[in-house]
């Protein structure tokens, strides 16, 4: 099992940032991807950005340029830099962690942070 713990959610004007983080631990691995996804009310989930062990990255059409992704190998650790929030960035922020193993690929979910942009 691997645990999630996020940080980082609350309130912020339009136009503000907010930085949040999600640290991995338990049963992780050494080949692994780690992302950010989000859902509104009323809307589905949706990937935000996402960085793997190797350092690809990839990000939403609606956040390239504002947001950016990066991890930390070391601390099982991966962080999200919002800037020039909108209110339509406001959503419940789940981090995802994913286990390549031999056995397979194991999937786990924080417990979610709120954003909220609004003036």
């Known amino acids: 099992q691997v645990q999630l713990v996020e940080s980082g959610g609350g309130l912020v004007q339009p136009g503000g940032s907010l930085r949040l983080s999600c640290a991995a631990s338990?049963?992780?691995?050494?080949?692994?991807?780690m992302a950010w996804h989000r859902q509104a009310p009323g809307k589905q989930r949706e990937l935000v950005a996402a960085?793997?062990?190797?350092?690809?990255?990839r990000y939403a059409d609606s956040v390239k340029g504002r947001f950016t992704i990066s991890g930390d190998n070391a601390k099982n650790t991966v962080y999200l830099q919002m800037n020039r929030l909108k209110p339509e960035d406001t959503a419940v922020y789940y981090c995802?962690?994913?286990?390549?193993?031999?056995?397979?690929?194991?999937?786990?979910w924080g417990q979610g942070t709120q954003v909220t942009v609004s003036s």
């Open positions: 338990g049963s992780t691995s050494v080949r692994n991807a």
């Open positions: 960085v793997t062990s190797g350092g690809n990255i």
């Open positions: 995802n962690y994913r286990s390549f193993r031999l056995s397979g690929t194991y999937e786990y």
